[in-house]
C-alpha cells in the first residue's frame, strides 16, 4: 500500500495548490498553472499504472527510461528528420502553389467559379485515404510522404488564401483604384497584403493537419519516420513504453511547429490582421 | 452662385436600384454645381442617397441616367484627379503612415515623392509618425494620414464621405478645425458629406439639403460666415434653423 502514499499525496498537493496559484500575479500564474496540471497527470497515470497492475503499458518512469534508450540508439533522431523532411518539403510545395493559386481565385470570379468545384470535391477525401495511390505512385519512401503532405496542406492552403483575398474589404479595393493601383502592382500592393494575415493562419492551420497525417501516413505506409517508429516499437515485442515516449516527441515537436509559424504574426506588416478583427 | 469656374457639375443624376420585382429609387434628378476651390456639404438624413451621389462623382458607381462632368470632362471611372476619404479607414494597415501616403505619386521620382509626402504629413500634423503603422495611430490620427494621403495627389476635388463619422465627439471639433485650416491653406474643392448639421454649419460654405429616399435636393444654403464660426452667434442659428426646416425635423424637444 506504501507505495500509493507518496503519488496520492502529490497529486492532492498539486491539485490543492491550483487555487492558491490562481491569486498570483498573470505573468507566473500562466506558468505555473500548467506545471502543477501536468505534474498531477503524471502522478494519477503513475498511480493508475501501480493500481492497475499492468505490464503492458508503461509508467511515467518507464517512459522516461524509454525516452534514455531512443536517445541512446541514435534512431530517433534519424526518424524525427525524416518525418520532418517530409513535412517541410510537401508543406512548402503546397504553400508555393496554393497561395498564388489562392490569389488568383480569390480575385477572379471567373477562374473561382471554374476551379472551386473540384477543389470543394476533392477537399473532404482524407489524405489518409490516399495512401494506396502514393505508394502506387511513389513507391514506399520520400516521395509518397512528400505527396501526402502536399495533398493535405494543399487545401487549407488555397481555401483559405481564397476565402483572406475574397474578404478585403470595398474600402480598400477602392482606395487602391482610386489611385490607380492595378494589375501586377495590385496584387503586390494590396490583395496580397491585405490577405497576408488570413495566409498565415491558413498556413498555421496547414501545418498542423500536416504533422497529424505524417505520423498516420507512416505507420502504414512508409519504412522511417516517427509513425513508423511507433509501428515498429509495437510490432517488435509489444514496446509500448517506447510508443508512447515517441508520442510525446511528436506532441512537443508540433508544439515548436506551430511556434516557429506564429512566429510570422509578429511582423509590422500583418500585426494589424490579429488585433483588429 | 459664386462667380467662380465651376469643377463638378451634376447635371439630372438619378439612380436607381433593382430591388426584387421592383426599383428602388435613390437619387432622383440631381442638379448642382461646384465651384473652384469650393468646399461643399451635402446634407441629408441617413440612406437619402447623399453617399451614392458621391461614389457615382467618384467613378465608383455609375448613374442611372445623368451626367457628372468635372473641368466639363466626364466622369466614367476612377481616377486620381478625385480622391476618396473613406469613413471607414481606408487606409492600408500593411503599410506605415509614409508608404500610405505616397501611394498616389508612386511613380514620380524619389526626390519629389519625399517632398510631396514630408509637405503633407507636416500640414496634417503628422511629423515624426511617418514610421508609425496605422494600428499604433487613434482614429483621429489615421483620418489624418488619410487627408495626408488624399492631398498628396494635389487632387482637383476631394471626395469626404462622413470621414469623421466614427470618431467620438472631441476629436470630430478638433478635426473639423483641422480640415478647415488644411483647406485654407491648398484651397482644394472639397464634396462633403454629413447627417450633422453642426458640421455641415461649422466647415462648409454651402451647404445642399437632400430630402429623404428618394434624394432629391431640397435645398441649398450659403454659409457666409468667417471662421473661426461662433457657434452661438444669431446668423449661426438663424442657418440652423433654416437647415432643420429643410430637413423636416422638429429643432426643440
Given at each position: 500500500?506504501n507505495?500509493?502514499v507518496?503519488?496520492?499525496?502529490?497529486?492532492?498537493?498539486s491539485?490543492?495548490?491550483l487555487?492558491?496559484?490562481s491569486?498570483?500575479?498573470?505573468?507566473?500564474?500562466?506558468?505555473?498553472m500548467?506545471t502543477l496540471?501536468?505534474?498531477?497527470?503524471?502522478?494519477?497515470?503513475?498511480?493508475?499504472?501501480?493500481?492497475l497492475?499492468?505490464r503492458v503499458?508503461?509508467?511515467p518512469?518507464?517512459?522516461?527510461a524509454?525516452?534514455?534508450?531512443?536517445?541512446?540508439?541514435?534512431?530517433?533522431?534519424g526518424d524525427?528528420?525524416?518525418?520532418?523532411f517530409?513535412?517541410?518539403?510537401?508543406?512548402?510545395?503546397?504553400?508555393?502553389?496554393?497561395?498564388?493559386?489562392g490569389l488568383?481565385?480569390?480575385?477572379?470570379?471567373?477562374?473561382?467559379e471554374a476551379?472551386?468545384?473540384?477543389?470543394?470535391?476533392l477537399?473532404?477525401?482524407?489524405?489518409?485515404?490516399w495512401?494506396p495511390?502514393?505508394?502506387?505512385w511513389?513507391?514506399?519512401?520520400?516521395?509518397a510522404?512528400?505527396f501526402?503532405i502536399f495533398l493535405?496542406?494543399f487545401f487549407?492552403?488555397?481555401v483559405?488564401?481564397?476565402a483572406?483575398?475574397?474578404?478585403?474589404?470595398?474600402?480598400?479595393?477602392r482606395?487602391a483604384?482610386?489611385?490607380g493601383v492595378q494589375?501586377?502592382?495590385?496584387f503586390?500592393?494590396?490583395?496580397?497584403?491585405a490577405a497576408?494575415?488570413?495566409?498565415?493562419?491558413?498556413?498555421?492551420i496547414?501545418?498542423?493537419?500536416?504533422w497529424l497525417?505524417?505520423v498516420?501516413?507512416?505507420?502504414?505506409g512508409?519504412?522511417?519516420?516517427?509513425?513508423?517508429?511507433?509501428?515498429d516499437?509495437?510490432?517488435a515485442?509489444?514496446r509500448?513504453?517506447?510508443?508512447?515516449a515517441?508520442m510525446?516527441?511528436?506532441?512537443?515537436i508540433?508544439?515548436?511547429?506551430d511556434?516557429?509559424?506564429?512566429?510570422l504574426?509578429?511582423?509590422?506588416?500583418?500585426r494589424?490582421?490579429?488585433?483588429q478583427? | 452662385m459664386?462667380?467662380?469656374?465651376?469643377k463638378?457639375?451634376?447635371?439630372?443624376v438619378s439612380?436607381?436600384?433593382p430591388?426584387?420585382?421592383d426599383?428602388l429609387?435613390v437619387?432622383?434628378?440631381?442638379?448642382?454645381?461646384?465651384?473652384?476651390?469650393?468646399?461643399?456639404?451635402?446634407?441629408?438624413?441617413?440612406?437619402c442617397?447623399?453617399?451614392?451621389?458621391?461614389?457615382?462623382?467618384?467613378?465608383?458607381e455609375?448613374?442611372?441616367?445623368g451626367?457628372v462632368?468635372?473641368?466639363?470632362?466626364?466622369?466614367d471611372g476612377?481616377?486620381?484627379r478625385r480622391?476618396?476619404?473613406?469613413?471607414?479607414?481606408g487606409?492600408?494597415?500593411?503599410?506605415?503612415?509614409?508608404?500610405?501616403v505616397v501611394?498616389?505619386v508612386?511613380?514620380r521620382?524619389?526626390a519629389?515623392?519625399?517632398?510631396i509626402?514630408?509637405?503633407?504629413?507636416?500640414?496634417?500634423?503628422?511629423?515624426g509618425?511617418?514610421?508609425?503603422?496605422?494600428?499604433?495611430?487613434?482614429?483621429g490620427?489615421?483620418?489624418?494620414?488619410?487627408?495626408?494621403?488624399?492631398?498628396?495627389?494635389s487632387?482637383d476635388?476631394?471626395?469626404?464621405?462622413e470621414?469623421?463619422?466614427?470618431?467620438?465627439?472631441?476629436?470630430r471639433?478638433?478635426?473639423?478645425?483641422e480640415?478647415i485650416?488644411?483647406?485654407n491653406?491648398?484651397?482644394?474643392?472639397?464634396?462633403?458629406?454629413t447627417h450633422?448639421?453642426?458640421?455641415?454649419?461649422?466647415?462648409?460654405?454651402?451647404?445642399?439639403?437632400f430630402?429623404?429616399?428618394p434624394?432629391?435636393?431640397a435645398?441649398?444654403?450659403d454659409?457666409?460666415?468667417?471662421h473661426?464660426?461662433d457657434?452661438s452667434?444669431?446668423?449661426?442659428?438663424?442657418?440652423?434653423?433654416e437647415?432643420?426646416?429643410l430637413?423636416?425635423?422638429v429643432?426643440?424637444v
Open positions: 500500500m507505495e500509493f507518496l503519488p496520492s499525496l502529490l497529486l492532492v498537493l491539485l490543492g495548490a487555487p492558491l496559484v491569486r498570483l500575479r498573470s505573468g507566473v500564474r500562466t506558468f505555473v500548467p496540471v501536468i505534474l498531477a497527470s503524471l502522478f494519477a497515470w503513475h498511480l493508475a499504472c501501480a493500481a497492475g499492468t503499458f508503461p509508467s518512469m518507464q517512459t522516461a524509454a525516452f534514455g534508450e531512443l536517445f541512446e540508439s541514435q534512431r530517433l533522431l524525427v528528420v525524416a518525418s520532418l517530409r513535412v517541410t518539403f510537401g508543406f512548402l510545395l503546397a504553400a508555393g502553389i496554393g497561395i498564388p493559386l488568383v481565385l480569390g480575385w477572379s470570379t471567373r477562374s473561382f476551379l472551386n468545384p473540384i477543389i470543394q470535391g477537399r473532404p477525401i482524407s489524405p489518409i485515404a495512401i495511390i502514393a505508394i502506387l511513389f513507391g514506399i519512401g520520400d516521395g510522404g512528400v501526402l493535405s496542406t487549407p492552403v488555397t483559405g488564401t481564397t483572406a483575398v475574397r474578404n478585403i474589404s470595398l474600402v480598400h479595393r482606395s483604384l482610386n489611385f494589375g501586377l502592382e495590385l503586390r500592393r494590396v490583395v496580397l497584403p497576408l494575415p488570413q495566409i498565415i493562419t491558413s498556413l498555421r496547414a501545418l498542423g493537419v500536416a497525417v505524417i498516420a501516413a507512416e505507420m502504414v512508409m519504412d522511417s519516420g516517427l509513425g513508423y517508429l511507433i509501428n516499437a509495437r510490432n515485442g509489444s509500448y513504453d517506447l510508443v508512447v515517441t510525446i516527441v511528436i506532441g512537443a508540433g508544439i515548436v511547429l511556434y516557429l509559424i506564429r512566429r504574426e509578429r511582423f509590422d506588416e500583418v494589424w490582421g490579429y488585433v478583427r | 459664386s462667380a467662380r469656374e465651376p463638378v457639375v451634376f447635371e439630372r439612380k436607381t436600384f430591388k426584387k420585382k426599383v429609387q437619387l432622383q434628378d440631381i442638379d448642382l454645381s461646384v465651384a473652384e476651390g469650393e468646399f461643399v456639404c451635402l446634407l441629408g438624413p441617413s440612406g442617397g447623399k453617399s451614392t451621389l458621391l461614389n457615382i462623382a467618384g467613378g465608383f455609375e448613374p442611372t441616367s451626367t462632368r468635372i473641368d466639363g470632362q466626364l466622369v476612377p481616377n486620381a480622391v476618396f476619404v473613406f469613413q471607414e479607414y487606409i492600408f494597415p500593411w503599410a506605415s503612415v509614409w508608404d500610405n501611394l498616389g508612386r511613380h521620382p524619389k519629389e515623392q519625399h517632398e509626402a514630408q509637405g503633407v504629413i507636416d500640414l496634417v500634423g503628422l511629423t509618425f511617418e514610421k508609425a503603422y496605422p494600428m499604433e495611430l487613434s482614429g490620427m489615421k483620418q489624418r494620414v488619410e487627408v495626408a494621403r488624399a492631398l498628396a495627389v487632387p476635388v476631394i471626395y469626404m464621405d470621414p469623421f463619422g466614427a470618431l467620438d465627439s472631441l476629436t471639433l478638433t478635426m473639423r478645425a480640415l485650416r488644411i483647406w491653406t491648398r484651397k482644394p474643392t472639397v464634396l462633403f458629406v450633422d448639421v453642426d458640421e455641415a454649419i461649422q466647415i462648409a460654405e454651402r451647404i445642399v439639403v430630402s429623404a429616399r434624394g432629391r435636393v435645398g441649398v444654403v454659409v457666409p460666415l468667417e473661426p464660426r457657434l452667434s444669431h446668423a449661426y442659428a438663424d442657418i440652423k434653423r437647415l432643420y426646416g430637413l423636416g425635423v429643432q426643440a
